[in-house]
């Protein structure tokens, strides 16, 4: 009966926690709704290409280039179904250049109305999102075919996830809403919903909260520190630049984007020891005899010491993965170590990893310290034996 009447608590809890991320993305995003720049008068939609009608090559002292005229059905937009006549221009000149246009090829097409009369159709790149869909469907089957019930649940908050970033953070930022705060407020939902919903209610989802939250405050608090340190503007890398000259009256803070891309990019790498300390530390606290937490502490930081290993390695070659292009760029010029490491682009590349892995080399003792102290206390119904013995 005890057990039926958890379950049902956790039942209970875990709708209100669904209702409540639902109501949070909801009002989040209409309180941030975001004004979108100046439609250019371009359009897109999806086409498959029918027939190639004529190749003609253009040359002359200076520029060469290939232009291909083909038909193609529009699949999506108000064109649908529609078999129009369109180019694609092939040049050296164009980065990256792109591949020919064959019968039976699914492309993205751009459309710009010339006039009441005409509109120019022009290829703009191959579409990779069927393939994307299939990749996603595989992994999405993958974690519930592995993870059975957790897995749906671990589905559901990524879910809650990716709508919390998209629909309220990045809104936020563009409304000109406080970087930091929203930043704080976004880390600490994502910690909220994720941990009961794919752990459920109970005192190692609980550890791996606190310890999670602890990790990532002083991993904050560092990054903060550390911008200021380093005099980082914000001016990374030309995204940055156009940032900085969007319209309206929404005047963006660089460095706060900065420090909320360092938070958020190590935001799942600690959420991950944390819960892999504290699923740990649990394990640990049925298992071992005369426990104690002197015994438990001792324990937990064994198992730390090997998820700091693994898991900073992991977070250091996911920056320099995304930072390989510039790297292999930079040493092909042979371009001085003392001037590649000063550059802004790579120097907050270094501060991601590093405060990235302080956080969670941080995360370890707070998820440890507090499991040990949880998993240690006595409920009442355990106590009452004792007495009467």
Known sequence: MKNKANRSINVFIITVILILSIIFIYVGNKLCEFQYQVDSGEHFATAKVLSIKEVN?????????????????????????????????????????????????????????????????????????????????IFLALIILIGRKKGIATIVSLIFTIGAIFLVYIPAILTGRNIYISTIIISLFIILMSFPLISGINKKTLCAIIGNIGGVVLAGVLAFIVNNILNITGFVDESS????????????????????GILIGSLGAIMDVSMSISSAMSEIS?????????????????????????????????YVGSSLAVILLFTAYKRNLLMLFNLELVSVEIIQAIVGSIGILLTVPATVLISAWMFNKKSVTEEQPAQVK
């Open 286 to 318: 049925v298992e071992m005899r005369d426990k104690s937490f002197y015994k438990m502490v001792k324990s937990g930081m064994n198992i730390g010491k090997d998820v700091i290993g693994t898991m900073t390695n992991t977070l250091i070659l996911a």
């Open 57 to 137: 090559d253009n040359a002359d002292d200076f520029f060469e280039s290939t232009v291909i005229t083909f038909v193609a059905k529009v699949n999506s937009g108000i064109h649908k179904y529609e078999s129009i006549e369109m180019t694609q221009e092939i040049s050296e000149y164009l980065i990256p250049v792109p591949k020919e246009v064959k019968p039976g090829d699914s492309i993205i097409v751009m459309y710009t109305q010339l006039n009441e009369v005409e509109t120019e159709w022009v290829y703009a790149m191959h579409n990779r999102i069927p393939w994307l869909i299939g990749l996603a469907v």
């Open 241 to 260: 630049t156009f940032l900085s000259m969007l319209g309206g009256n929404v005047s963006l803070d660089l460095r706060a984007v900065v420090w909320g």
